[in-house]
């Protein structure tokens, strides 16, 4: 069975600093791999997602995640962080086999970015 | 592209009351899923149709739950005598079928069960 650890619910960042959220996964088989993002009273936005192609993935509004399979993780960084970064951030895990329709999702990880 | 829309955005409804939530995905797309997210968790699956037909139920889906698409555009999705542990927000997402698809979220419809 599939699964995503989010390590850390919440995060504080200085705006300016590196912005590290961690995403650890398992799963028996390729994952397809994602992180999306969700504002207060929105729908979840894709950031970014790995598909088995680079394993450095580029996404939008600067964000990037890498795949690494010897540590089964997938954490997103963006160099600096803006205030309007401020949000939660899923990770979330899909199999190759079944093409994607059964995706799992982490607990989410709350960004804050201080002043 | 005018997005995957939800109605109602919110619903507030007593106890042992049905109610219904439609979702709208994007035009083109012929997947179609329904989440449900509480407070403090991602979504977490509960359906799944690849135009009309419903593939994969989860078994949080219990028997008062009932979701269809009936010509694979808009789907609905039931609840039957509402129990306050159903308060939580209902997430719809639709997608192309394709390996790794990304799915479009819609607003969500935010239901509480007093």
């Known amino acids: 069975a599939q699964s995503v650890t989010q390590l850390g619910s919440h995060v504080s960042v200085s705006e300016g600093a590196l912005v590290l959220l961690r995403c650890n996964y398992s799963s028996s088989v390729p994952p397809y791999l994602f992180w999306y993002v969700q504002y207060p009273n929105q729908g979840l936005q894709l950031l970014l997602k790995?598909?088995?192609?680079?394993?450095l993935v580029k996404g939008i509004n600067g964000f990037e995640a890498e795949f690494k399979k010897s540590e089964t993780s997938f954490h997103l960084t963006k160099p600096s962080a803006h205030m309007s970064d401020a949000a939660e951030y899923f990770c979330a895990v899909s199999d190759q086999n079944t093409g994607g329709f059964k995706t799992i999702f982490g607990a989410g990880t709350r960004l804050f970015v201080k002043a | 592209d005018t997005g995957v829309s939800q109605d109602p955005r919110h619903k507030i409804t007593k106890r042992g009351q049905n109610v219904t939530f439609r979702c709208d995905p994007i035009?083109?797309?012929?997947?179609l899923y329904w989440y449900r997210q509480t407070l403090g968790q991602g979504p977490e699956f509960l359906t799944y149709f690849q135009n009309e037909a419903q593939l994969e139920k989860s078994r949080l889906l219990s028997d008062r739950f009932s979701a269809e698409r009936p010509k694979g555009s808009f789907s609905t999705l039931e609840i039957q005598r509402t129990e306050q542990g159903d308060s939580a927000m209902y997430l719809c997402?639709?997608?192309?079928?394709?390996?790794?698809?990304?799915?479009?979220f819609g607003p969500g419809t935010r239901l509480t069960v007093l």
């Open positions: 997402a639709s997608s192309l079928a394709m390996l790794g698809d990304t799915q479009y």
């Open positions: 035009s083109e797309h012929n997947r």
């Open positions: 790995y598909t088995s192609a680079a394993t």
